[in-house]
């Protein structure tokens, strides 16, 4: 078939969106892809990807399966069924001490879309947000998405994995409009303390910012407490942002919130709502109100099996593994002692073991020094992987052993 030069033209004329369609693609997308359509990567383990392995609890896929029996899966309210939201509203204020109402809660497909959409709506083109580096990718991606421009402040190893509050005051402009922060952290597993905490969220208050809290991971938190800035005096700025896929094995189901006290956004999240999605699935969210029902223990066991998992990943890397984390199920490694980029180490890695980790380039632009293992697979697998892992990693001398515990 040719293709003739009018026809070239109105080809030429149909371009899409910049951002878009020139986004980098994710690293642990890639290598995760490359596993799934090989036949010779059959024994692969997949150390790269941030999803529970363990059974999703009975009463949640009876009440998804009770849902398709006896209801009709039509549209719920734009925010979500009030049934929901009046079970969440009860959780936050037993489990995080925050006090609000029904009308403050937003169920979200997913904390990913309550990631994009809470930054679509807080945002316009050319509004700074300050974004973790290392970070989940997608805060990043949003933000430039929605126009606007993003500034990196560095979470560092030596000091934790923690926000420095004088760098980022530093980094303050008139165009800064919000800062993002994660608590337990992705990739990092660093947690912010209650102190921290308090002065992060004085800071952005008074610099007029607004403070996007994700807390995904608010359960998977390891001899330490977990605490929401939402919870604090002065936090109206403050926007939570939660989800059910992680605490309680669903990450296919797409059902998270978002918490805001603050009407002008509230106006702004239901208008998007009804923009993009009319309401998250219903079958959804009856899954996370049968999830709240069990009053926090499934989320509990899962926290003390990824604890021994953690104190497994830590005993078995040895000099290797790097800042002991404190939340979330990941571990960064440091690997500037080989000489290689995240990506390079990662593809070698897959190629010569069969086995996946999430390459740091992934995380931000000061991250290429580090891999993230999610301590994620069943034991035996974990341990498996982690074999493989280190003898891979033994081919290259530590020049600094001190550096590495």
């Not at 945002?123 to 421009?149: S, T």
């Not at 807390?215 to 929401?228: K, L």
């Not at 603050?262 to 049968?290: D, F, G, K, T, V």
């Not at 010569?352 to 380039?361: E, I, L, N, Q, R």
Request: net charge negative; hydrophobic share 40%.
């Amino acid at each position: 078939m040719t293709i003739t030069a009018s026809a070239m033209t109105t080809i030429a004329r149909h371009t899409v969106n910049d951002v878009l369609g020139t986004l980098p693609r994710s690293g642990i997308r890639r290598l995760t892809d490359q596993v799934m359509g090989s036949r010779d990567m059959d024994d692969a383990i997949q150390l790269g990807f941030g999803q529970p392995q363990e059974a999703t609890d009975d009463l949640i896929r009876e009440a998804i399966i009770k849902a398709t029996d006896e209801r009709t899966l039509g549209y719920t309210e734009n925010a979500g069924m009030r049934v929901l939201r009046d079970a969440i509203a009860t959780k936050l204020a037993v489990r995080n001490q925050i006090e609000t109402d029904v009308e403050s809660i937003f169920v979200t497909p997913g904390a990913t879309y309550g990631v994009a959409v809470t930054i679509g709506c807080l945002i316009n083109p050319g509004d700074e947000v300050l974004v973790p580096d290392p970070g989940y990718p997608n805060f990043a991606a949003a933000v430039h998405h929605y126009g606007g421009v993003v500034k990196f402040y560095q979470l560092r190893q030596d000091t934790g994995f923690v926000p420095d509050l004088n760098e980022l005051a530093a980094l303050i402009s008139p165009a800064t409009k919000a800062l993002i922060i994660n608590s337990p952290g992705n990739p990092t597993g660093a947690v912010i303390d209650a102190g921290m905490m308090e002065q992060l969220v004085r800071l952005t208050r008074e610099r007029g910012l607004w403070l996007v809290s994700d807390e995904v991971y608010e359960t998977y938190v390891y001899g330490c407490r977990h605490v929401s800035p939402l919870s604090l005096s002065g936090s109206d700025h403050v926007v939570g942002l939660y989800s059910f896929s992680k605490s309680y094995n669903i990450t296919g189901l797409r059902v998270g919130y978002v918490v805001t006290r603050h009407p002008a956004l509230r106006r702004a999240l239901l208008n998007a709502q009804e923009l993009y999605i009319s309401c998250a699935p219903s079958i959804s969210q009856y899954a996370a109100l049968q999830a709240l029902a069990d009053g926090g223990a499934y989320p509990e066991a899962m926290r003390a099996a990824y604890q021994q998992k953690r104190d497994l990943v830590m005993n078995m890397l040895g000099p290797y593994a790097g800042r002991r984390p404190e939340g979330a199920f990941y571990l960064l490694v440091d690997i500037g002692f080989t000489g290689l980029h995240s990506d390079e180490f990662a593809d070698r890695l897959l190629r010569d073991t069969h086995v996946v980790v999430a390459p740091g380039a992934t995380f931000g632009p000061s991250s290429d020094q580090f891999i993230r293992i999610a301590f994620t697979p069943q034991v035996e697998k974990l341990r498996a992987g982690l074999t493989r892992l280190k003898q891979f990693l033994s081919q290259w001398p530590i020049a600094d052993e001190e550096d590495h515990q």
